[in-house]
């Protein structure tokens, strides 16, 4: 007979399958954890009204349910983007520049800056981008977009602020420091699937996402072979 531990127990099996990350502000388009893998989690339509988010400095929040992932954010310029290649180049085919360091989070709340004015790609007062959060735990590259519009002097709701920056405290390579010309968007997507190890993730949504590749490695690995480049 079933005894009332083992139904407990299948609950909490059930309830740790959901939602391997979210993207809690700005707000994403949309979550489906099924879906997660894909092109801004599943959600390839730009989200309307925009959100309004700082031209400087301003946080990201993301929760984690692994209980270690990299992450990366990177931007789209296009007004309507459709891939991973609109995160590539802007219409005029200048690199974009990633938006973080690429570091690790620890399960639960993670927050971490963007200064998207200073990526260098020309965004201005009312400029219309996507922002991606590439998020890997142990079970393949996951992604969710947000839509915004960058307002110069925007102040974010006070509890939204970053206490801890993770993406200062735990870079594994920098964004800043390196030509980024390397770090774009297509770079990692195409490497995601490069290298395999066994995951540690108590994270497995399906049998078809409950791979055991570790793409974040070979994301670092190729970024930080290029950083070397950059520094003979
Ligand atoms: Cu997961």
């Known amino acids: 007979m079933f005894s009332i531990q083992s139904i407990l127990a299948a609950a909490f099996v059930a309830s740790t399958a959901m939602a391997h990350f979210t993207l809690d502000y700005p707000t994403s388009r949309g979550f489906n954890d099924d879906n997660e893998p894909q092109y801004c989690g599943g959600f390839p339509n730009v989200a309307s009204p925009r ?23 990177f931007i789209s310029t296009s007004s309507s983007p459709t891939g991973f290649n609109d995160f590539n180049t802007t219409s005029n085919g200048t690199s974009i520049p990633l938006a973080s360091s690429i570091f690790q989070v620890k399960q639960g709340d993670a927050c971490f800056n963007v200064d998207l004015g200073s990526l260098g790609v020309g965004l201005t007062n009312g400029s219309e981008v996507t922002l991606q959060v590439q998020y ?24 939204e602020t ?6 200062l405290t735990n870079a594994t390579t920098s964004s800043t420091s390196s030509s980024s010309a390397s770090g774009t968007a297509s770079s990692q997507a195409s490497t995601a699937s490069a290298s ?32 070397g480049l950059t520094l003979l």
Do not use: W
């Open 51 to 73: 959100q309004p988010f700082p031209l400087g400095k301003g946080p990201i929040h993301i929760d984690s349910h692994h209980s270690l992932a990299t992450v990366v954010a």
């Open 196 to 227: 395999a190890k066994p995951s540690s993730s108590s994270c497995s949504t399906s049998g078809a996402f409950a791979r055991t590749e570790t793409a974040g490695l070979g994301l670092v690995g190729a970024l930080m072979g290029v950083a």
């Open 136 to 159: 890997d735990g142990g079970d393949g590259n996951l992604y969710q977009c947000t839509d915004l519009v960058l307002i110069e002097g925007y102040s974010v709701p006070s509890n």
């Open 162 to 167: 970053c206490t801890t920056d993770a993406s």
